[in-house]
């Protein structure tokens, strides 16, 4: 075995079980997959009360270059997120949608019970089936 060929072996045993973002500025961000684990958990659970919460690793993605955040969403899902809360029928059967947006910044929609989306995303659930 060459050198090089030891090399690329202690860079692929290096970076196992870690995420490597390559940024537009030519930086590079590592994390370990529990970071990145904990932080797309931890993202969602704020992002049902309205809030973004600050993260390293969704900025490090935000500023990653397109192959880059391509790699990491296909292994980990977007940092663009979408969450529902659905009411019963006997409630009004509103949805309200919590969004995460590209730029960091939540969006909260109410649909009506009787509204198009509201009937979308109900029957989009009914279909998909209980989350856990």
């Keep these: 075995m060459g050198l090089r060929d030891e090399l690329r072996r202690l860079k692929r045993e290096a970076q196992k079980d870690r995420v490597v973002l390559r940024l537009r500025d030519g930086g590079v961000r590592v994390?370990?997959?529990l970071e990145v684990f904990k932080e797309m958990f931890?993202?969602?659970?704020?992002?049902f009360r309205g809030e973004?919460?600050?993260s390293e690793v969704f900025d490090a993605v935000r500023a990653a270059t397109p192959e880059s955040r391509?790699?990491?969403?296909g292994e980990y899902g977007s940092i663009e997120m979408v969450n529902h809360?659905?009411?019963?029928?006997y409630q009004g059967g509103w949805v309200d949608e919590y969004r995460l947006l590209g730029d960091g910044t939540?969006?909260?929609i109410r649909?009506?019970?009787?509204?198009?989306g509201a009937l979308r995303i109900r029957q989009e659930a009914q279909q998909r089936g209980p989350a856990f």
């Design 111 to 116: 649909h009506e019970g009787d509204s198009d």
């Design 85 to 89: 809360v659905i009411a019963p029928e």
């Design 42 to 47: 931890l993202c969602r659970m704020d992002l």
């Design 52 to 54: 973004a919460r600050p």
């Design 31 to 33: 994390f370990s997959d």
């Design 106 to 108: 939540v969006e909260i």
């Design 70 to 73: 391509a790699a990491f969403e």
